[in-house]
């Protein structure tokens, strides 16, 4: 159940839920090499994360979407690697993220976070009080992005201390890695810590990255949604990487910040459908913390909800992807499908 206690007033991305850090019992964490999630040795296992150096420059409105029936999708091949994750997750005052964890356990594959990582000002006590117990037995696989929570705590100390390398290079919040034929890339969107702008040393660095990285299929994820239906709604500030990503071919977005699951069909940076050549976007801020509830539907949405926790499981062939939303136990809503690069 969750507590909620005086309100946290975090800069230019609109408030979440706040209250007080108390602490729980740490559980053990796995063993694995940093830069490989799922190495036990220098040699990189098959569908491991290369990370790349870090250096350089349709419902109705109002009208619940359904669930969309799991269709028969690809069985993974040998090697075709799992990104598996959610955002807004660890809070003291919540079992949610026990649940979500739990789903982790039986997930192999890297874990992704989409921000706001440990409520409820991501300090070190937030991280080793409420995510560790949790979501920390899978840290050495996981490749975390910062949130505003995380923000809370002066230049998200907490959060770069608690990841280390794993969250690219400390202060900056953005990297990139490759899983399997995927080039995968993690941003920092807390715009007022680093900023977005178009021509900014963040995103000048994902066009470099794009263009030394000419995948077939890439994806990005971040905390603040460029598009939502949530309760803080798109955040246009995000424009110049979904601009960034489209001129590059970029295949999909996942982001947190709205406590739901919601996912868009593909769009243009504008917000056009562009069943062609845009980028499909999932919202999953669903990893623990608490539930929010949606306000005026916005363009393109196909599927959401607002009271499930749960994780993104995705299967990444050379060239297409299956996605399946995973609930926590005891949970129905699911949503799965799969698509070509």
Partial sequence: MLALGGALLLAACGNDDASPAVSRSPSGGLTETPASPAAVSPTPAAGAPQVTPASSPAAAPGTPAQPTPAPATTQPAPGDPVLVGAGDIASCYSDGDEATAALLDAIPGTVFTAGDNAYQAGSAAD????????????????????????????????????????????????????????????????????????????EQWLRADLAAHPAACTL?????????????????????????????????????????????????????????????EFIVGTGGASHYGFGSVASNSEVRDSSTFGVLKLTLHPTSYDWQFVPVAGEAFTDSGSEAC
Avoid: M
């Fill in 127 to 202: 991280f080793g009080g409420c995510y560790e117990p949790s979501w920390g037995r899978h840290k050495a696989r996981t490749r975390p992005s910062p949130g505003n929570h995380d923000y809370a705590t002066d230049g998200a100390y907490g959060y770069y201390s608690y990841f280390g390398d794993l969250a690219g290079p400390a202060g900056r919040g953005y990297y990139s890695y490759d899983l399997g034929a995927w080039h995968i890339i993690a941003l920092n969107s807390n715009c007022w810590a680093v900023s977005c702008d178009a021509g900014s040393e963040q």
């Fill in 220 to 280: 990005a994820y971040w905390h603040h949604p460029r598009f939502s239906s949530g309760l803080h709604g798109g955040d246009s500030t995000l424009q110049p990487f979904w601009q960034a990503l489209y001129d590059y071919g970029a295949d999909i977005v996942i982001s947190g910040h709205d406590h739901d699951y919601e996912r868009f069909a593909p769009q243009a940076p504008d917000g056009r459908a562009d069943p062609n050549n845009g980028i499909r």
